[in-house]
């Protein structure tokens, strides 16, 4: 195989429960040296992340469900085989109105560190339990910081 190729199949690599959803990292930021992360992601309906920006850009391919995505000042609704490219440093966050799985490709790589700090390891490729806490959003927020992500608190809170 040739040098630094990524061969991945389901139900392969790391896996994070965070936010009573599964975030499976298909590439690591450190697998491509850095030049992408991508990962496989599965969240319920109503549970995704506060409002964010990225160092870099984000791509996200759905895969199964709909979700609404507040990108800027706009929304657009997505379901299967939507494809939603987002600029570098433009506040957004999604809610899935479905059960959602997408795949999200993030360039530059190594977001996928702040999800291994910020999560726990998966104990299957499944759904965690449904926590029944609400989320320590400054927790996230603090720890999105240190990975160069500018994470605010969730509209209303």
């Known amino acids: 195989m040739a040098k630094n190729t990524v ?4 139900g392969e690599g790391k896996a994070y429960w965070m936010l009573d959803s599964l975030y499976e990292v298909k590439v690591s930021g ?12 599965t969240i319920p309906e ?5 409002p964010h920006t990225h ?19 706009e929304v657009f609704d997505g379901g299967p085989g939507s494809l939603f490219h ?4 433009t506040l957004e966050r999604f809610e899935p109105t479905s059960k959602v799985r997408l ?5 530059p790589g190594d977001v996928d560190k702040f999800f291994a700090e910020a999560g726990e390891p998966a104990q ?20 999105a ?8 608190p969730m509209p209303g809170s």
């Open 103 to 107: 795949v999200v490709t993030y360039t």
């Open 145 to 152: 910081a240190r990975h160069g992500i500018d994470m605010r």
């Open 46 to 50: 109503g549970m995704g992340p506060p």
């Open 86 to 89: 987002i600029p570098e440093g």
């Open 124 to 143: 299957s490729r499944e759904l965690p339990p449904k926590s029944d806490s609400p989320p320590d959003v400054d927790r996230f927020i603090e720890i």
């Open 7 to 10: 061969v991945r199949h389901s």
């Open 55 to 73: 160092p870099g850009t984000e791509t996200i391919y759905v895969l199964e469900g709909t979700l609404r995505l507040h990108i800027g000042d």
């Open 30 to 41: 450190e697998e491509s040296n850095g030049a992408m992360t991508i990962m496989e992601m």
